[in-house]
């Protein structure tokens, strides 16, 4: 297992189309996470899994979003009819368990045209 | 709601200087952690170094300790014998122990670059 893997690693997209992104958290790693990162901003918390169960969804998460964790395993993040402000880096993190280290993929970055 | 705050845009420094990253936060919660994480140019975000509220000792991983004064609600990060590999993005950010959710709240981050 070499950690957490985002894929694609970039995407570009015109504006009014849906992309979707895919988070391999570490295996074991029940609990996992979406955040966005803007330009010269910090991360900021999207939405939360435990196992398949999403427990936390962030005001940042419009309708237009949508988050899966199907059988506990990977995560696919959903954005339709994407906007220009949708522009930035989705960055996805697994947590064995509560209270131990958040371990963070490469992120996709998204540029919407 | 928890906030994270760091003053510091970017800060340049000569290898082998010792140099410190700000932070302050504000939170109601008395349960928490602190973290600093380092996000080198398009690579993924790793830890750094981790407090826990609850211990005084301020936490030491090798270069890097803290300096966490729970009162003032500040959290700084002492890198010593700076290197070229430090350059990179710093954020410090919250976490809320216990009691479900538990996302990251990071601050907008520091951008340190070591000059050879």
């Given at each position: 297992d070499t950690g957490v893997s985002q894929d694609p690693r970039h995407k570009i997209t015109k504006r009014g189309q849906n992309v979707t992104f895919r988070c391999d958290p570490i295996s074991e790693h029940n609990r996992l996470y979406w955040y966005r990162q803007t330009l010269g901003q910090g991360p900021e918390f999207l939405t939360y899994f435990q196992n398949e169960a999403q427990l936390e969804k962030s005001r940042?998460?419009?309708?237009r979003f949508s988050a899966e964790r199907p059988k506990g395993s990977f995560s696919t993040l959903e954005i339709q009819?994407?906007?220009?402000?949708?522009?930035a880096m989705y960055l996805c993190a697994s947590r064995y368990r509560e209270n131990t280290e958040a371990f963070f993929g490469q992120g996709t970055r998204l540029t919407v045209v | 709601a928890q906030t994270v705050t760091q003053s510091q845009p970017e800060m340049s420094v000569q290898e082998a200087e010792t140099v410190t990253l700000s932070c302050t936060y504000d939170t109601s919660e008395n349960n928490y952690y602190l973290f600093w994480y380092k996000q080198p140019p398009s690579r993924q975000m790793i830890l750094v170094i981790r407090q826990e509220a609850y211990k005084q000792q301020n936490a030491t991983e090798n270069r890097f300790s803290v300096n966490f004064q729970k009162a003032a609600k500040s959290f700084s990060l002492k890198i010593s014998?700076?290197?070229?590999?430090?350059?990179a993005m710093y954020f410090c950010a919250f976490m809320k122990r216990g009691g479900g959710a538990d996302g990251l709240t990071f601050g907008k981050g520091t951008h340190l670059i070591i000059q050879p």
């Amino acid at each position: 297992d070499t950690g957490v893997s985002q894929d694609p690693r970039h995407k570009i997209t015109k504006r009014g189309q849906n992309v979707t992104f895919r988070c391999d958290p570490i295996s074991e790693h029940n609990r996992l996470y979406w955040y966005r990162q803007t330009l010269g901003q910090g991360p900021e918390f999207l939405t939360y899994f435990q196992n398949e169960a999403q427990l936390e969804k962030s005001r940042l998460l419009s309708d237009r979003f949508s988050a899966e964790r199907p059988k506990g395993s990977f995560s696919t993040l959903e954005i339709q009819r994407t906007e220009q402000g949708d522009s930035a880096m989705y960055l996805c993190a697994s947590r064995y368990r509560e209270n131990t280290e958040a371990f963070f993929g490469q992120g996709t970055r998204l540029t919407v045209v | 709601a928890q906030t994270v705050t760091q003053s510091q845009p970017e800060m340049s420094v000569q290898e082998a200087e010792t140099v410190t990253l700000s932070c302050t936060y504000d939170t109601s919660e008395n349960n928490y952690y602190l973290f600093w994480y380092k996000q080198p140019p398009s690579r993924q975000m790793i830890l750094v170094i981790r407090q826990e509220a609850y211990k005084q000792q301020n936490a030491t991983e090798n270069r890097f300790s803290v300096n966490f004064q729970k009162a003032a609600k500040s959290f700084s990060l002492k890198i010593s014998d700076s290197q070229l590999g430090d350059t990179a993005m710093y954020f410090c950010a919250f976490m809320k122990r216990g009691g479900g959710a538990d996302g990251l709240t990071f601050g907008k981050g520091t951008h340190l670059i070591i000059q050879p």
